[in-house]
């Protein structure tokens, strides 16, 4: 976890929660062996002053005890309290006096005990002391050594022992060492919780860095993804429409150096007229794809019929631009598209015939439109001038004019499709896309 300056906190073992919790835990503890000790202290001394002992060595006695007692747990406690180091042997972040002061808290008890064997009473708080500040052998040596002070004391001061002196004993030392080992097991337990908690509070903060970086890797994915998608759609839309426009405007200026020599005639101001039309259709059309570009929309072709009308369309243009004979097929038993698919085969169709349009200078161009049993196939020919097919596949700089043709590529293989291209300078230019039917979107109705 982090705290309020960014830094990491400490986790298990010897934890500031950890160690606040055993404090809390050993402050009730010391609160009620306090009062049980205060009890038994005033029982005792009363009993023995009613039993004929000199009450000014019963008072010595009980405020030598009381002093060295109430002395320990002030300053002990107060050490804990602010974090200082009075963890014991057994346990260091249980609070606990350290030993000697036990063992001092056993002597006086003895100077006590030998004044009045009332104060054998004192007993069940070393045991209570020894069973969880002491180590387990250490603990019990002490116990058993308590014990014996014990059993011994009406021997000295009565000269008689009973059952009752033994097996009370006995069992109340028994009593408090398990009492004071079943309190470690406590603070241990309650600690073992805070780490825990500590632990998962931790692998959350890492679950969510790491959410947060396998966002931002699908944001950058995305990202790149939606640009890629971009530069093929500016490219096969306004980047021809612009293609088209300069080439109008190149046949203009021609048309306009023919007159220049004099008088323009009325055919030449309508020679002069068509391409500037054409312009300005294609400058509309070139409007219309960038505003559906960044609204993520569907091509304006598909809009207004399926594939094959708009493949219909586009031919009658190029001829009606260019002069080119054209022919389209279509077969009959060719299914629903999905939409993606159709965007796919258009945008290929469109670059297709742009790069006819610029650099093929054909006579004639045929499109068909194949129901290929297992797949949807686009074949484009031409009769153009052809190029280098094997030079273009082989080439890496899409700055030599081949983006469009690895564009069409690319689209259709994230389709599960592909592209094939047949050309040599001098032979035309055969292209066939495909899509197979069983690895289209599904979900899209043409």
Request: hydrophobic share 50%.
């Amino acid at each position: 976890m982090t705290d309020a300056s960014g830094s990491r906190a400490p986790l298990a073992g010897g934890v500031p929660g950890a160690r606040l919790r055993a404090v809390s835990v050993a402050r009730w503890m010391r609160t009620g062996q306090t009062l049980i000790t205060a009890v038994l202290l005033a029982v005792g001394a009363t009993r023995a002053v009613v039993d004929g002992t000199s009450a000014a060595w019963v008072v010595a006695a009980s405020v030598v005890f009381a002093g060295w007692y109430g002395a320990g747990l002030l300053l002990f406690g107060r050490a804990a309290h602010s974090g200082g180091q009075t963890g014991t042997a057994v346990d260091p972040a249980v609070p606990a006096p350290p030993a000697w002061w036990i063992i001092g808290l056993a002597a006086i008890w003895v100077g006590a005990v030998v004044v009045s064997a009332e104060f054998v009473w004192l007993a069940f708080p070393l045991w209570l002391f020894a069973g969880y500040a002491l180590r387990l052998r250490w603990a019990v040596a002490y116990s058993a050594a308590v014990f014996a002070i014990v059993v011994a004391a009406p021997v000295l001061h009565n000269g008689a022992l009973t059952y009752a002196d033994v097996i009370g004993p006995l069992v109340g030392g028994v009593f408090a060492l398990g009492i004071s080992r079943g309190f470690l097991q406590l603070v241990r337990d309650a600690r073992e919780r805070q780490r825990l908690v500590e632990s998962l509070v931790e692998t959350q903060h890492e679950m969510a860095g790491l959410q947060d970086e396998l966002a931002r890797t699908q944001r950058e994915s995305g990202a790149m993804a939606e640009r890629t998608r971009l530069s093929r759609d500016i490219h096969d839309t306004v980047a021809q429409s612009l293609t088209s426009i300069g080439m109008l405007a190149r046949s203009a200026q021609e048309a306009a150096r023919t007159d220049a020599v004099g008088p323009i005639s009325a055919r030449g101001r309508k020679v002069a007229s068509m391409p500037l039309a054409q312009i300005e259709r294609l400058s509309h059309e070139a409007l219309a794809d960038v505003r559906r570009i960044v609204a993520a929309l569907a091509p304006a072709e598909l809009e207004t019929g399926a594939l094959a009308g708009a493949l219909a369309r586009m031919l009658e243009r190029l001829a009606d631009e260019t002069g080119i004979a054209t022919e389209l097929h279509v077969d009959e038993t060719l299914p629903a598209l999905p939409t993606a698919t159709e965007v796919a085969l258009l945008r290929t169709a469109q670059s297709a015939l742009a790069n006819v349009r610029a650099h093929a200078a054909a006579r004639r161009v045929v499109v068909n439109l194949v129901d290929a049993e297992e797949a949807v196939r686009l074949d484009i020919v031409d009769d153009g001038a052809g190029f280098d097919a094997a030079a273009w596949d082989a080439a890496r700089d899409i700055t030599d004019g081949g983006y469009g043709l690895r564009a069409m590529r690319d689209r259709l293989r994230e389709l599960g499709g592909g592209l094939e291209v047949e050309s040599a300078p001098g032979d035309g230019t055969a292209l066939s896309a495909h899509v197979p039917f069983g690895l289209m979107p599904t979900g899209e109705a043409s």
